[in-house]
């Protein structure tokens, strides 16, 4: 199975917004309602930032937001901040034999 | 506090075998689905592996069907990965994280190298 494809880099200066893209299939990100997001900074572990596409855990900024058309799902960061330069990655449930399957990562940079 | 405690990792030629453990803690660990997700050194995240609460379903991704074992013991609050015929293509840090839709709390990781 293919992971979701992900751009592998974005940009945006302190106080701007970003969108990170996750595109998928009709088996995967079109089929469920079952993506979420992850940031992960160097050297940590990934830490959950949206689930079930649009939803935030308790304690998690509401400057980030997801959302999902069709196959592809997105993440927003409002407001950025140099504390979110991370990489990001998107999953899904999937309909395969592999139940759950990740985007290959987005660097996030911040200017 | 919910917390999750990988350990077991470390070098291992190709062919041999490992055994990583995670202890949970803070939670009902027998009420949720638990899983593995491994990260080779400097790539992406890449879905391993998971066990139902009970331990009757299990799902593994194809490049470690056959080699790979999942399990977990509710009575230790533990759940496991024994790795069997190990490949360099397994090197990775190997986490355990705790499935409700979506993986909500990780360890911090352990380190597998396969390498002679």
């Known amino acids: 199975q293919s992971a979701l494809t992900q751009p592998a880099s974005v940009s945006g200066s302190p106080g701007q917004s970003i969108t990170i893209s996750c595109t998928g299939t009709s088996s995967d990100v079109g089929g469920y309602n079952y993506v979420s997001w992850y940031q992960q900074h160097p050297g940590k572990a990934p830490k959950l930032m949206i689930y079930e596409v649009s939803n935030r855990p308790s304690g998690v900024s509401n400057r980030f937001s997801g959302s999902k058309s069709g196959n592809t799902a997105s993440l927003t960061i409002s407001g950025l901040q140099a504390e979110d330069e991370a990489d990001y990655y998107c999953?899904?449930?999937?309909?395969?034999?592999?139940?759950?399957?990740f985007g290959g990562g987005t660097k996030l940079t911040v200017l | 506090e919910v917390q999750l405690v990988e350990s077991g990792g470390g070098l291992v030629q190709p062919g041999g075998s490992l055994r990583l453990s995670c202890a949970a803690s803070g939670f009902t660990f027998s009420s949720y689905w638990m899983s593995w997700v491994r990260q080779a050194p400097g790539k992406g995240l890449e879905w391993v592996a998971n066990?139902?609460?009970?331990?009757?379903?299990?799902y593994y991704v194809d490049s470690v069907k056959g080699r790979f074992t999942i399990s977990r013991d509710n009575a230790k609050n533990s759940l496991y990965l024994q790795m069997n015929s190990l490949r360099a293509e397994d090197t990775a840090v190997y986490y355990c994280a705790r499935e409700l839709g979506a993986k909500d709390y990780w360890g911090q990781g352990t380190l597998v190298t396969v390498s002679s």
């Open positions: 066990i139902k609460q009970d331990g009757s379903e299990k």
């Open positions: 999953s899904s449930y999937t309909s395969s034999s592999t139940p759950w399957v």
